[in-house]
């Protein structure tokens, strides 16, 4: 057997090698075995598949690949071959502790992949001069401080250190000495700063740049001219830095991108007319910059382009796509920025379109008529787009027969909620209709959209009772109907809530390009969420509601957000509400409740925020558990004692201290059993400050 073939057994599979090494007695190379001992002694954990003690034949362990020395021609003078370590792969491994700069001895390293573990302090400079290293990937772990200075990597082709806490700034010159065959080059989501340096330019091989989600400065020309030199590039990720000032022509250099991703900086300007030479671009993505001006010409008559997302600029005057041109188009989003004039008549043939943004534009009149045509379209939010006429509005979309989501916040300021019998909307998962101050009441015709996962008519005029057959909406999961003007009781139809019982049968997005709503996370800015992250919700706060709690709420083990704040709802705080085990809020302030808060809500380990404020308990509040952590402004306006600002007459006669000493009693077991649940319903919310809809 020479040398070619044993390259190709290697390949087939390590069972095979493991056999044929021992035949052949090759050992592995002692520096190599020395590297990898070095490596687990800098390691905090131990790797599965090496074992305690170190035999010679390192090639067998997992996660190493080797190579005969005659294979990748060296000591060909030798008189016994030995195996060199040519890969090192230990992904998801659960590694933790430093890396050490012994793996820079492993001279005949092709591939290092220890993505995704838990690997800390600083890359080590001498993995940075491995002259055959070809794929290095470090993404998802903790590593620290700057890449090394002085990279010489010349035979380097795919480098990732990704999502990690690396900081400092970009090497000067990556490509300096002759990384020319780099192709793919990952660094995002880090703590880089400065200005993209100049030296990317000689990578002329790049195909696939991503810098995103760093702290990358630069204004006038934030992108190096060399940059534009790039003719092999087909992805480029600068999204998410501080890169300012307009964007150069010199973009129409880069022919052949694929993907350009310049979101969620500072550029201004005009967005230059440079998509003609551009004849590959399907994904143009520049929301939340500066831009104003128009969309060029050239953009809008891209026949490649098939997601286009120019929202949160200021672009201005009307939106004038070319549809015949436009033959690819399919998800649009030109939300919050200045458009004006009537809503774009001629969207319907743009053929595939099939998901549009407008919202937050500044248009004038009603929906198209031209739109009942629109058989493509299956996610559309006009929210504050100053629209009129709701009843034509929905005799036009109810045509759209592939609609799905539909979104119409802040418009019809005070008209009718259209009653008319006939309306139906089969497909509809998600309708958002708030803000409208719309009167009327609850039409019956939406009891035909029974699909609907997710509906949102808070904040308008409504009337009269809620509808019974809600209940039989097997997919909904998170209703909100605040802020209206509703009265009798919650109907017990909607203790049977499928979804809120069973949890969620179906996860799929309304749109895979659009996020229908943004977290604000403290330190990291944005983070853009998706439909299946809202949290199960019932939220009927603000109306006229009355009667009783059902005990029954029990049922809705997935429910996480149960808001009944502001009725006029009266009886016991059923003590089965101890079941909906899956509760983060449960907020029932402000109510004519009364009896006691029962001691089994303790057991509630997700609750994060919960209010009985304002309602006619007395007794005791119980302790333990979440409860711990609530403020006194939880409980006022009760007869209530035993939490901050009012504590308990002292003296354990009389009913009340009776009541208090059983109950503590009883609860202290649950209590210690409470850790984990509580640490985790904590850590659920840490860092997120306020969720921002962007419909
Ligand atoms: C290989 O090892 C076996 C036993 O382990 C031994 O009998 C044989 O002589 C060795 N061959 C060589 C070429 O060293
Ligand atoms: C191998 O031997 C040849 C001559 O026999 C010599 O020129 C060469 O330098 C040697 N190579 C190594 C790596 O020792
Ligand atoms: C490294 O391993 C991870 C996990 O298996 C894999 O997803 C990733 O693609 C690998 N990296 C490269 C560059 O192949
Ligand atoms: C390992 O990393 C930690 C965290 O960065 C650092 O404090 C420590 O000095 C490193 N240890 C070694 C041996 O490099
Ligand atoms: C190139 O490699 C040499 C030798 O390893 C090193 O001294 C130098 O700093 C490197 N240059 C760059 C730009 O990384
Ligand atoms: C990088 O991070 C370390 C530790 O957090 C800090 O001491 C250092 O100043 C940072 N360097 C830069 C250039 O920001
Ligand atoms: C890069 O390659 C060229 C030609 O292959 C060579 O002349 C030059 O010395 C190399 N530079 C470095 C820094 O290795
Ligand atoms: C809109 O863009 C600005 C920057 O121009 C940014 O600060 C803001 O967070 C963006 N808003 C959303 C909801 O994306
Ligand atoms: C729209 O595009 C088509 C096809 O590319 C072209 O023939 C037509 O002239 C364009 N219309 C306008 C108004 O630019
Ligand atoms: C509605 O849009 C206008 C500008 O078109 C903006 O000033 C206002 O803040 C928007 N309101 C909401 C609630 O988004
Ligand atoms: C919106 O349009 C109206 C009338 O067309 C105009 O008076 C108003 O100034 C515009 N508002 C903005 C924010 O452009
Ligand atoms: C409607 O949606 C279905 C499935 O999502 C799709 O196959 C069909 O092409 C759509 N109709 C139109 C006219 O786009």
Redesign the pocket.
Known sequence: MDAQDFWVVIVIGFCFQAQILSSQNFTCNPNDVKALEDFTSSLKTVIDGWGSSFSSDCCKWEGITCSSSFSLGIGLNNSIDTFRVVKL?L??KRLAGNLSASLGTLDQLR?L?L??NYLIGTLPTALFHLRNLE?L?L?FNDFSGPIPFGIDLPSIK?L?ISQNLLNGSLPGSICDNNSTQLR?LNVAANYFSGNLPPGFGDCTSLEDLDLSTNYLTGTGDAIPKGLFGLRKLTQLSIQDNKLAGPLSEEFGNLINLVRLDISSNGFAGTIPDVFYSLEKLQYFVAHSNRFGGQIPPSLSSSSTLSLLNLRNNSLQGSIALNCSAMISLTSLDLGSNQFDGPIPSNLPSCRHLSDVNLARNNFTGEIPENFKNFHSLSYLSLSNCSLSNISSALQILQQCHNLTTLVLTFNFHGEQFPADPTLHFEKLKILIIAYCRLTGSIPQWLSTSSRLQLLDISWNQLEGTIPVWFGNFSNLFYLDISNNSLSGEIPRSLTGLWSLINGRSSTEEPSPDFPLFVWRVSGRGLQYNRVWSFRPTLDFSNNNLSGAIWPDFRKLRSLHVLDLKYNRLSGPIPTSLSEMVSLETLDLSHNELSGIIPPSLVDLSFLSKFSVAYNELYGVVPTGGQFLTFSSSSFEGNSLCGYDASPCPSGEDGPLGTWYGKSNKDYTGVIAGLGVGFVFGIACFVGIDRYVWTF
């Open positions: 792969e992904p998801s591939t992949n993505s995704q794929l990937d993404s795919f990732d793919v």
